[in-house]
T-cell receptor
Framework: DGGITQSPKYLFRKEGQNVTLSCEQN?????MYWYRQDPGQGLRLIYY???????QKGDIAEGYSVSREKKESFPLTVTSAQKNPTAFYLC?????????????FGPGTRLTVT | QQQVKQSPQSLIVQKGGISIINCAYE??????FPWYQQFPGKGPALLIA?????SEKKEGRFTISFNKSAKQFSLHIMDSQPGDSATYFC??????????FGTGTRLTIIP
């Protein structure tokens, strides 16, 4: 999984609770991303960050928050405002955001909210 | 608005056959077209990618065919093997913009 660690692999939470998903990379990549994967919908971008202390909303940022205090780490918080949080969450990184830089994906975290 | 349309949603191919997955796009600014392979419970991994200045790129049994005028590109897997069973995503990117993914094709290779 290309030097990207996501933990835990499975996560269960009660509705109304915030939950934070971990993403760490040791590839020395500048850019990091969070995607959500649902059956039949492909990968949808939640947030991305090109440098430390800077991040931008993707296509479906509502109900999510991120931080980028260290180059290696890009945690995602799924808040209680996210209406349908149960999904497979993927973290990715690339050398940079532009051009044809390959995105390397982590193994994912499957979040189930009941 | 879906910018990359992928078909079919699922595909069953006999071992040794050719698997073909198609993608179409609207945004003529797209200039990078990667294909990702994802096994169950894992993250996607880059399989092969093409830029629009070539019509075909081959890496082993995997070939991307690109038709710029039709705004279509496809993945061909020759001599398909059971180990190729996975979900495949096409994607497209314009310059420094984000990757836009297709909805995925679940490929099953049967003996």
């Amino acid at each position: 999984d290309g030097g990207i660690t996501q933990s835990p692999k499975y996560l269960f939470r009660k509705e109304g609770q915030n939950v934070t998903l971990s993403c760490e990379q040791n590839l020395n990549h500048d850019a990091m991303y969070w995607y959500r994967q649902d059956p039949g919908q492909g990968l949808r971008l939640i947030y991305y960050s090109q440098i430390v202390n800077d991040f931008q909303k993707g296509d479906i940022a509502e109900g999510y928050s991120v931080s980028r205090e260290k180059k290696e780490s890009f945690p995602l918080t799924v808040t209680s405002a996210q209406k349908n949080p149960t999904a497979f969450y993927l973290c990715a990184s690339s050398i940079g955001k532009g051009g044809t830089y390959e995105q390397y994906f982590g193994p994912g975290t499957r979040l189930t909210v009941t | 608005q879906q910018q990359v349309k992928q078909s079919p949603q699922s595909l069953i191919v006999q071992k040794g056959g050719i698997s073909i997955i198609n993608c179409a796009y609207e945004n003529t600014a797209f200039d990078y077209f990667p294909w990702y392979q994802q096994f169950p419970g894992k993250g996607p991994a880059l399989l092969i990618a093409i830029r629009p200045d070539v019509s075909e790129k081959k890496e082993g049994r995997f070939t991307i065919s690109f038709n710029k005028s039709a705004k279509q590109f496809s993945l061909h897997i020759m001599d398909s093997q059971p180990g190729d069973s996975a979900t495949y995503f096409c994607a497209a990117k314009a310059g420094n913009e984000k990757l836009t993914f297709g909805t995925g094709t679940r490929l099953t290779i049967i003996p």
